[in-house]
């Protein structure tokens, strides 16, 4: 099976992230360590040095310092993890949404790098560069050997810069030599269409670009129908591993004309943090009905967005059961040390459900069956299955998450199918449409 390359998340473990910075010296319950504490750093310091003077081959210390860092963290939950600078780097290119590269989606084939399709109006595509090329080697150096991940960092790089790519293309003699010269590259966070009188819109992540990307969406469906002809909306966030918690607050507010969005709580009682729906007399759709997709590849900032319109009685939610990641992490950068990913607090809807463990429970559930050549393996994803995870206030021996696949055809899109078929009247259900006016409101 094919390996897609996501260009901005490696995958649910992301989740969604409260950019903060964090200044100062460590709090009083740092300060509090007793003797203990000291005694135990010692014994780490010991053996890290009988380590560096009498292992059979010379450590590296720097590795053996990040693994001993990564491995405490590692101890604490699947989603904290030290990141070094270059990682940190690679962080804040994925949640800028842009970064310097060519403007193709890949994937790995036949141990050679195959391109799906070049973005419009980016340099590949100027260059010449077509879907279904296959890019056998990078400057001179042969693809065949290295991970697709990379390959694509040997492709990405600074701005006005040129890269040599060797191609082999289905019709051609011999290898094409194309020469790219790098530029901005921004990634379009969510994909639209219109499906004749109805507006599809995918959220792939939760970037600094979303919510802007989902305006401008809104906007051009609403051009191409006109209102009185528009049955409603499709907002999928199927395989949406997460991202930008501001985001996801501001992509909730946009469907929605009061109430609570989502609530933080971390450690201390007190530290409660709620964001809110700024109060309008009509959302940005004008109120048409919508349906929401889940299933095991929905994460984090997704199941924000989810739960909240599913809370506040907005939308139907149609699909699977949803990956159940119900925490929220913070990055505390190190300056040139990189920067610490640490999960700060648990979120919840707002109906003060936590979701952790738990995922989103669709309204209608609607299977998605797995093509023959996928048939037999187990593509189920939940938070629950995670190794070291926190156990959720309402997780259950059931757990959390599904089957994260989605087919390629929209015609083989039999949860697609179900929420068109329900936004023009052809399926009914007791819950849909959903009364906005009637919403749960936490006061």
Known sequence: MMRKLSLLFAGALMGASAMSLVYGTPGSAANAAGSETYKQLAIFGDIFERVRANYVTPPDDKSLVENAINGMLASLDPHSSYMNAEQAQDMRVQTKGEFGGLGIEVTMENDLVKVITPIDDTPAAKAGVLAGDYIAKIDGEEVRGLTLNDAVEKMRGPVNTPIKLTILRQGADKPIELTVVRDIIKVKAV?????????????????????????????????????????????????????????????????????????????????????????????????????????????????????????????????????????????????????????????????????????????????????????????????????????????????????????????????????????????????????????????
């Open 191 to 443: 994909k639209y269409r219109v499906e004749n009188d109805i507006g599809y819109m995918k959220i792939t992540s939760f970037t600094e670009k979303t919510y802007d990307d989902l305006e401008n969406a809104i906007e051009n469906i609403k051009k191409q129908v006109p209102n009185d002809k528009l049955k409603g909306y499709v907002l999928d966030l199927r395989l949406n591993p997460g991202g930008l918690l501001d985001q996801a607050v501001s992509v909730s507010d946009a469907f929605l004309k009061r109430g609570e969005i989502v609530s933080t709580r971390g450690r201390d009682p007190k530290d409660v943090t709620r964001f809110d729906a700024k109060p309008k007399q009509v959302d940005d759709i004008n109120g048409k009905p919508m349906i929401v997709l889940v299933n095991g590849g929905s994460a984090s900032a997704s199941e924000i967005v989810a739960g909240a319109l599913q809370d506040l009685r907005r939308v139907t939610v149609v699909g699977t059961q949803s990956f159940g990641k119900g925490s929220v992490q913070t990055i505390i950068p190190l300056g040139e040390n990189g920067a610490l990913r640490l999960t700060t607090a648990l979120y919840y809807t707002p109906s003060g459900k936590s979701i952790q463990g738990k995922g989103i429970t669709p309204d209608i559930k609607v299977d998605q069956p797995l093509p023959a050549d996928l048939q037999g393996r187990d593509l189920t994803r939940g938070e629950s299955d995670l190794k070291g995870h926190i156990k959720g206030a309402d997780e259950s021996s059931t757990g959390s998450g599904s089957a994260a696949y989605v087919p390629p055809d929209p015609k083989d899109d039999l949860q697609l199918i179900y929420a068109e078929q329900l936004l023009r009247g052809e399926k009914t259900d007791p819950a849909f449409p959903p009364n906005p006016d009637k919403a749960v409101l936490n006061q």
